[in-house]
């Protein structure tokens, strides 16, 4: 079905010709003919909501770069939306919600949405955006993960201190829990849609986990995680769906997460990935991990690193190239093509045992 | 001369009665005598630059609460400041730098300033306070690393994702090695004023250490920190006066931290404390690590969670408590004294065997 299927072969540690690439938030504003339908679909929530022009921008960097996958274009809040929270997005400003939890009630009355209903727009834009693939690449699905929902569903908004929803987390422990149990269930209800309706392989962005200290990442993000993949149906039509796990700042707990089910992790830049696979060894497939930056320094520059990130992880399947974070938007697609290219390029001599 | 050597003694991991307890940025905003000599002060800067008036706020946690230890009150930036690159402090807005380092030739003409002269009123605050201290308590004193100085002295100003000055560090890193040398330089003779003028004590602030890659925290950031130690002058009059080192974000480099000289590692918040004591064993003391967002859970949860922290250190000496990164501004100092009461009351009995 799929003509390239070198992504998902990497993220089941079957032998691969090279390296796969492609990297976080690569339908973004980087790109001119992004910020071209962003203009025209008047705000962030129209274009997440419109699957046809969700389907537009998840394709515009396949047609630029030689990526091995697409991922949707959509935003991990749609989910506290769903849920009644009423998300907007104030321009230049990050998300807001009209309704934080901040009441054990709250948390007691939160509906988990039926996403076939309730997230219908995403579940079509999957469909209409494997359509449109045609095979070429494989599609990615996300959401974000329990813990990082639940830190803007309680503060209401982006924090840097996330004072609100640790001053829940440590002084109502049990409180908390509840919360990242319906967040698990919300969120495995929504990316087995999202499978259901055709993604590939999902991933889940901890974004925030990295902020806890190491008893409460396992206790309770990691936890919450390893809920939301339990109840994953990653088997389809006799293909696996594989799973990535991804926490910014979690560079402290690999060993953790290898032996939390996943068949993926996500490296941030700070991570050394040659130390990285020594430490998980060949329990699950690593993903990552130029640092995001990296690419404002020149094209030579950027091939150098490629090239070392790809001689750490060394020889063998089970790397998935990408950056440690999202692209920033003022990044030079020309760099952009310099990283992938390399990637196409220096990534065969490290598979020559295929 | 000092009545209380709790801090110097557990830094060099000699016997002491109890875990010593202070805390970063103790001297500051959450407490109401500090904003009156702030407001009095008309401007951060001056605060920093009257060594009466930071004398005071130097002295009014100890005042408050049982700390063994006071911090000079300064900033990190007096350096770059007396490097002449124009340091203020606009309202509400972090510090800006009117001329930062943008070409090579801003770097080779850097001038190393003399602290006796050019950081006089560092040096003499130093003095005032340990006249007034009386030997109640040792006196701390502090720099930037080399690599958290050049973040603010090529980005002019706070960053978040620090584009110009890894620009230059991937695209220039000789520049980087020589801008890091001279700081190197400059934070030791800074440092070794501080230790002449009388702080029995020195810490240096890796604030974005974390920010690097692995490869590049320890060839840069660490490296120059590294070379700091080695000129620092730490027999004084018979003692030693120890050396800390905090990166904040720093958990996965603590056995090359370990390594590099220091007396004490500063832990932030994400570390278990168990886990970095197996990992460095008995090379270096550590401090920390309470999460600064505990202090707004209550004085109970608080209690609690200074409990887990002085048992995951475990038995004997070599413990610092501290928190995992500086106090916020609008915490209640009710809940700051349940952190220090906690630590006098919960921690002897690891020190039993004194």
């Keep these: 079905m799929n003509k390239n299927h070198c992504l998902i072969d990497a993220l ?23 910020r071209k339908v962003r203009e025209q ?21 396949l047609r630029r770069f030689r990526l091995d996958a697409a991922i949707l274009f959509s935003d991990i809040l749609t989910i ?60 990615i699905g996300f959401a974000g993960s329990p813990w990082t929902l639940a830190t803007y569903m309680v503060e209401g908004r982006g924090s840097r201190d996330f004072k609100q929803v640790k001053k829940m987390l440590y002084d109502a422990p049990d409180l908390m829990a509840t919360l990242l149990d319906k967040l698990s269930i919300a969120v495995a209800d929504y990316l087995n849609a999202q499978i259901g309706a055709g993604v590939q392989a999902v991933m889940i962005f901890d974004t925030w986990g990295g902020m806890l200290t190491t008893e409460d990442y396992l206790n309770f993000s990691l936890k ?81 690193k490629v090239g070392s990130i790809l001689e750490g992880f060394g020889e063998g399947s089970g790397h998935v190239f990408n950056l440690g974070h999202g692209i ?10 310099a990283m992938v290219e390399a990637v196409h390029e220096l990534s065969p001599k490290f598979h020559s045992s295929m």
């Design 224 to 304: 919450a995680a390893e809920k939301v993949r339990q109840r994953l149906q990653t088997a389809q039509a006799g293909q696996t769906v594989p799973v990535i796990l991804f926490t910014k700042g979690g560079g402290q707990w690999l060993e953790a997460m290898a032996q939390a089910g996943f068949d993926g992790l996500g490296l941030d830049w700070t991570c050394d990935i040659r130390l990285a696979r020594q430490r998980v060894g060949w329990q699950v497939a690593l993903q990552g991990n130029l640092d995001p930056v990296a690419l404002y320094a020149s094209p030579a520059t950027i091939r150098r």
């Design 328 to 337: 920033s938007p003022d990044v030079d697609p020309a760099h952009v093509e």
């Design 12 to 34: 089941l540690r079957r032998p691969v010709p090279r390296t796969p690439v492609w990297f976080m938030r690569q339908a973004g504003r980087y790109l001119p003919e992004y």
């Design 80 to 139: 506290p939306d769903a849920m009644g929270l009423g998300l907007s997005f104030a321009e230049g400003e990050g998300p807001r919600f009209a309704r934080p939890l901040r009441h054990a009630a709250d948390i007691e009355n939160l509906p988990i949405p039926d996403p076939e209903t309730e997230l219908r727009y995403v579940t079509d834009a999957v469909r209409l955006i494997r359509r449109e693939l045609a095979g070429k690449a494989p599609l």
């Design 41 to 61: 679909a008047g705000s962030f929530m129209n274009l997440c909501t419109n699957p046809e022009l969700a389907c537009e921008v998840t394709l515009q960097p």
